[in-house]
DNA sequence: CATAATTAGGCACGCAGTGCCAAAACGAAG
DNA sequence: CTTCGTTTTGGCACTGCGTGCCTAATTATG
């Protein structure tokens, strides 16, 4: 029954909690998640029924639970990184989620079958999800709480995790093509080409003054405007910016 | 013959349904969510234990029981409403949906209370507005699967279901002040000015062939493109649309 | 080696959820 | 009103998750 610090060493922290992950995953993908009983993990990891619960809480955290270490890597990463670029930032957080799911495919394949065929857990996924949404969300804000703002932080972060699940649910359907970092570069492009520019000036005309050189050019105007009105902003607009 | 899950029996005219979610709201809100037992609740609507288990299916459908209803409604009316302007049908979907919380602050504002305190009903509520955002990305996909399109709707997808959760939440921390409609309807303007105008032809130029006359003018072009050139296409795109 | 502190295991309990069967309400003839 | 078939409801037992409590093992410390 004992095997302490034998087979398995993965590397340094708790060799332990992975190999349990490890077990429990291969009975889910064997007999199902519902007919997998914690008595089995417990059988079959070597760890008693109680210790399961201590050290996961529950048997749908058995499943998520590097989900949490990494939701809290990308919060750490959120609160140290200044806010120069909050749009960009978020992208490259969302870019870290992405990583780490296609560094460990054997763990988060499966994973996806299982939570494709469970509603509990795919209701579990999607509060995961939910979670970065919300910490995206309030880094765009910067801690205001009201005003026009807000609401286009949590379009934005709202539409990046929308488009990071998009490339990645592509890349679970085929995990062996390889990792379309392209796509999801240009998926994050997208979004904030549209959205992003709405954080800086939220509302009107987001291209006049500040014009991101290097990126994109947003125009965006109320359709009250006459044609010729727009093609005259449009025309003052580059004449500020480079060629 | 029972159904597992199947939580919609009575169509209309089941008063039995009301009553015991009043019930059951009572208890939560009084003795908090977890202490309170199906027992409890049976006894307090006068049903007994298994029958509720055959309504309702578990404790917290017992709280979104009409929600479900509410989905299928909105569900159905996407089917029937035909993609003249995908985007602003699913806006009046999330208008449905924000009409429909409102319309019932004495179910709704007490269940955000225990949403907010308890993460099991957290984590169902966000599972739930997760459905309606997977409704609307298909109904803004209108049956593709791949393509940058799809990436557009479900990032306006998302997009209507942040603006809709914003403006939602301000009303719910203060239910007494009238129904905000007008910051409703302008946050849906907002993700819609953005990304809206994405989804008729994606990336490139938006504005050609089929400028949306009625709304807004979007035009977006990648940085290497020339100023000169930008001035062109915008040029050309109005010269087919209105002045 | 002894002892205090932390951790794992065993045990029992509450409660959600389900299958099964009996009792009751319902409805349509006779 | 009675009788039969259908549908709904209730009662009971059972599985399994999750937890509190206590004991045993492990580790740290003097």
């Known amino acids: 029954m004992e095997e302490p610090g034998g087979s398995e060493r993965g590397r340094a922290g708790k060799p332990a909690r992975r190999h349990v992950v490890a077990a429990a995953v291969r009975l889910f993908d064997?007999?199902?998640?519902?007919?997998?009983?914690?008595?089995?993990?417990?059988?079959?990891?070597?760890?008693s029924r109680r210790s399961l619960f201590r050290h996961f809480g529950s048997k749908e955290d058995i499943l998520f639970a590097e989900h949490d270490e990494l939701f809290e890597t990308v919060t750490r990463y959120l609160e140290a990184t200044p806010g120069d670029d909050p749009a960009a930032t978020v992208c490259a957080a969302a870019r870290m989620v992405f990583q780490a799911y296609v560094d460990v495919p054997e763990i988060t394949v499966p994973r996806y079958r299982l939570v494709r065929a469970v509603p509990r857990l795919r209701d579990r996924e999607i509060a995961m999800t939910a979670r970065y949404q919300g910490a995206f969300s309030r880094y765009l804000a910067r801690g205001e709480t009201t005003g026009p703002r807000v609401l286009a932080g949590e379009a934005l972060a709202a539409s990046v995790i929308a488009a990071h699940n998009h490339v990645l649910r592509s890349w679970l359907h085929d995990p062996d093509q390889p990792v379309p970092w392209a796509r999801f570069d240009r998926a994050m492009e997208f979004v904030t080409r549209s959205l992003g520019a709405m954080l800086r000036s939220s509302g009107q005309t987001a291209a006049a003054g500040e014009s991101p050189r290097d990126t994109v050019l947003v125009a965006v105007y109320p359709s009250s405007t006459g044609g010729t009105d727009v093609l005259r902003r449009v025309s003052e607009a580059l004449g500020e910016g480079p060629g």
Chains 1, 2 share one sequence.
């Open 30 to 47: 064997g007999a199902g998640y519902e007919a997998t009983t914690m008595d089995g993990i417990a059988a079959a990891s070597g760890v």
